[in-house]
Structure formats: C-alpha cells, structure tokens
C-alpha cells in the first residue's frame, strides 16, 4: 500500500515519515499515495488531541493533558511522543503487524530509557505499556542499562580519542562507508599518514584521555612502520585503547607486536561469519581458515582483549548458519562479541544489486538467539544503537564479559563525553551542557583530507578553543 503523509505538525514529519519506513515493505511512502492523516491539536487549556486517519479505515483520535509543571522541552518531547504512538498504533492496525521496537525510531534507544528515568518513570514500564515495545527487547535495555553501570557518565571530565583509517584490502559488499580499498598502482598511505600524525598532533588536549578507538576502515591495512608511526603519534599508555583490526587477512605478527608495544588493549578480529561460501558471496576475501589462525596469533603475541563482530541476515545464511558462527565464536571465547543486523545502505554493493533482506521472523530469531546464547555463557549486552535499512528495523548489540566492556563505545553511543578526532571523515565532539552538541566534521574524501588538511587542522584548533 502505498502512503502520503498529511499532518498539521511538520515539525514532526520526519518522525511519522520513519514509523512509515518502519513498515516496509508492507507498506511504503509515495508522493502520489493515498493520504494518511496524522494531526495534533493543542488548546490554550493545553489539552492535547491526536487524530490519525485514512479513507476506509477506522480512525485513531486520543486525549492527553500536559502537565502543568513541563517546561517547553518537556513538551515538546511529550507531544512528539504521543502523536508518534498513535501513529504507531494505527499503522500497526492497518499492516496487521507489530515491530520489536514499538514506535521507537531513533538510532539510540538506550537515550531514550535514561531520558525516562531522569523524569522519574519506570523506563521497563513505559517502553513496554505506551511505546509498544515488545518486553524482550525491553529486558534488553535493562540489561544494557545495568551494565553500564560504573561507566556511563564516569570521568567527564576525560575526552575520547578517535583517529580514523579509512583503507581496507577489499570492499565488503554490504559497505556503504569511505573507506578506499588499497591500490598498489597509487599508493596512498605515507601521505595519508603523514597528514593523520600533524592531525593527531594539531590540538593541545585540555582534557585527559579517557579512551582511544582506532577505527575505519581498517587500520590494520597500513603497513607495519605506518602503522607503527600513527599509534606513536597516539602514544597511550594505560589508557583503554581499541584499534579495530578487523580484518583477518591484515594482521600479522609483526603488526601484533607494533600495537602491543604501543600500548593497545583492546583489538577486533571480525569474522561476520563462519561460512566460507557467505565469506566468498560478501567480498570478505578470507578464509574461515584466516580467522582461526589470526584469532590464535593474537592470543599467542599479547594480552589483548578480543572483540568479534558478526551479522544476521547475510546472503543466504539460515537459521542454522548463523546459531553455528555464535556458537562457534562463544567457544573461542573472545572478550567481546557484536552481533550487526545486516544494513542494506545506499552506495552499498547490495544496495546497488537491489538485494534483499527482508524476512522480520529470521532477523529477530537470529537476534534473540545472539542474545540467549551469549547470556548463557555469560556475556552481557552493554550498548546498543540501531540503523535504517535493516530487516525488522533491529538493532547492533554489543555483549561483553563483565568488566571487559569497551568505555568508547558507551561514551559514543550515548553522547556523554566530549571526542578529538582525526582522519578523513572523523568528527569531533563537544557537549555544552543541556543536551547541547557541536561537531566539527573532517573531509571525508582522502583525496580532499589531504589537499585541505592545513585548513581543517586550522578549524579544529579553533573549535576546541571555543
Ligand atoms: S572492513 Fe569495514 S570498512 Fe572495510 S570494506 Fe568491509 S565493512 Fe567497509
């Protein structure tokens, strides 16, 4: 069925646009669509009205009061709330379906639970009663939120470090991000390095390091002495420090021992899967055989806190495939595992070939079953945050043993501490108080990062002056 939104409240489009897309492909948004209605009233007495209708279709029309004690922030989110349920409710109506997540659409659910306890709700509550939320993925949050205890919000007063690599040896067919595979013919890393380390160098820290993520990309692909010469730059020392090597195929002994002289504590060796004929299908070019020896190689050279990341909804993988690779990576017992639903994005070479991933049964038993193996071998999921563009719009959860949780990932996920970064396409980040952000994007081309690295140097001074 396809739908056009009409609303007296374009404010809130872009919201009632995502509960929409949250229904595909059931149904799907067309500006020759039939009209979908979605108003709200607000009386001086402020007493709220939502009414939601379509031609033939019973209509939804609820009353709310605004307490009288809520500022215009409060407000706001209130109303957006409450306009945004009915709206889910009577899309839920109309496709006969219910989503895990109910009528949350935004990237960080977990903000959303922090928001609730700071007005003095049970967030369990009212995720499950007024947002729809199913009480699986309720008890999810909990959980998150509980083992964020002791980190979230702890030392604020620190600043995350991130420095970004764009380069990996191949492209992954489900990537949509800058990263440039590396050509022999036009070797660009001593250059890109070279403008990495004035980048890195550039800003005099006004705060401590709290965490270090050396991400991509995969950093990995650099070249021993390269890489070596970024994580000096770097130089942290008893700090948590993640690089994400990623790729199996990019480690070597030689890089192992590069990182662990330089003080790196935390490494990724990211399967995604444990099926050759998946790897082959996705662009991975490895081995499963790469990924046993890689994970062993690290084992044997440091002691190195381990993450592995796999994906639900690969090309062809069963059921029965990806309960083989969680049960697989839980014997090798890695710190960390971080289980992706697959995003089929724009610029992707699935995106491209119109692949299709849509099945909300299989994602969601493949995600509940992450979750159910993994507490029983007593990991715990620790952060969260969901993309667009995946089947049955689930989520990326991050599970870790107790106490090897990464404070990089919290701190990004939820906003709570300020970010220097460096790298073609990083973004740095100060908080203001109250909510308040700005960022300072880098060039995200290489070959822009490189001829206007003096430049962005330039801004970045300044906006850590401010
Ligand atoms: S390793 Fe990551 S950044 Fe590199 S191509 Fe694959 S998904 Fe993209």
């Known amino acids: 069925m396809n739908l056009k939104i009409v609303t007296n409240t374009e404010n809130f489009r872009n919201e009632l646009e995502d509960v929409v897309r949250a229904f595909e492909p059931y149904v799907s948004l067309q500006p020759d669509g039939e009209e979908l209605t979605a108003n709200l009233f607000v009386d001086e007495k402020r007493a709220v009205k939502t009414e939601i209708k379509i031609k033939d279709y019973p209509t939804i029309s609820r009353e709310y009061e605004l307490d009288p004690s809520w500022g215009p922030l409060l407000i706001k989110r209130n109303l957006k709330r409450c306009l945004k349920r009915d709206f889910y409710d009577f899309m839920s109506n109309l496709t006969k379906k219910n989503l895990a997540y109910g009528s949350l659409t935004g990237i960080r659910p977990t903000k959303l639970y922090y928001e609730l306890l700071s007005e003095g709700k049970d967030p369990h509550r009212e995720l499950t009663e007024y947002f729809r939320v199913s009480d699986r993925k309720a008890r999810l949050l909990d959980d998150i939120i509980q083992a964020q205890k002791g980190i979230y919000l702890a030392e604020t007063e620190k600043a995350d470090f991130f420095v970004n690599i764009p380069f990996c040896p191949s492209r992954c067919h489900y990537c949509s991000f800058i990263s440039e595979v590396i ?14 380390c004035r980048d890195i160098s550039a800003v005099t820290l006004r705060k401590a390091r709290r965490a270090v993520y050396v991400g991509g990309g995969t950093p990995t692909s650099l070249p021993a002495e390269l890489l070596e010469r970024v994580l000096r730059e770097i130089a942290a020392r008893g700090e948590e420090f993640t690089v994400e090597a990623g790729r199996p195929d990019t480690l070597t002994e030689e890089k192992i021992a590069v990182m662990k002289e330089c003080g790196v504590t935390r490494l990724s060796v990211n399967p995604q899967t444990f099926k050759q004929e998946t790897l082959d299908i996705i662009g991975r070019r490895h081995t499963v055989e790469d990924i046993f020896r890689t994970y062993d190689l690290v084992r044997k050279c440091g002691d190195f806190d381990v ?16 309960k083989s690779s969680i049960d697989t990576a839980i014997s090798l017992a890695p710190e960390n595992i971080t289980v992706h639903s697959l995003s089929i994005k724009r610029g992707s070479v699935f995106a491209e070939n119109n692949y299709d991933n849509f099945s909300d049964e299989l994602s ?14 007593g990991y715990r999921p620790y952060y969260t945050y969901r993309q667009k ?25 939820e906003e709570t501490h300020d970010i220097y970064a460096s790298g073609a396409g990083a973004i740095s980040k100060r908080l203001f108080g109250d909510g308040l952000i700005k960022r300072l994007a880098e060039v995200k081309d290489i070959k822009g990062y490189l001829e206007r690295i003096d430049e962005m140097i330039e801004k970045k001074i300044a906006f850590f002056a401010e």
């Open 364 to 377: 969601l038993e493949m995600s509940d079953y992450a979750f159910d193996a993994l507490e029983k071998a």
């Open 389 to 413: 563009n995946t089947s049955g719009r689930l989520e990326n959860i991050g599970y870790a043993r107790p106490g090897k949780e990464c404070k990089y990932n919290i701190d990004i996920m």
């Open 307 to 322: 993450n592995m990341d796999f994906i639900t909804m690969l090309p062809g993988e069963t059921f029965e495939d990806f």
């Open 183 to 196: 050509n022999p013919k036009n070797n660009r890393l001593p250059a890109y390095v070279d403008a990495l």
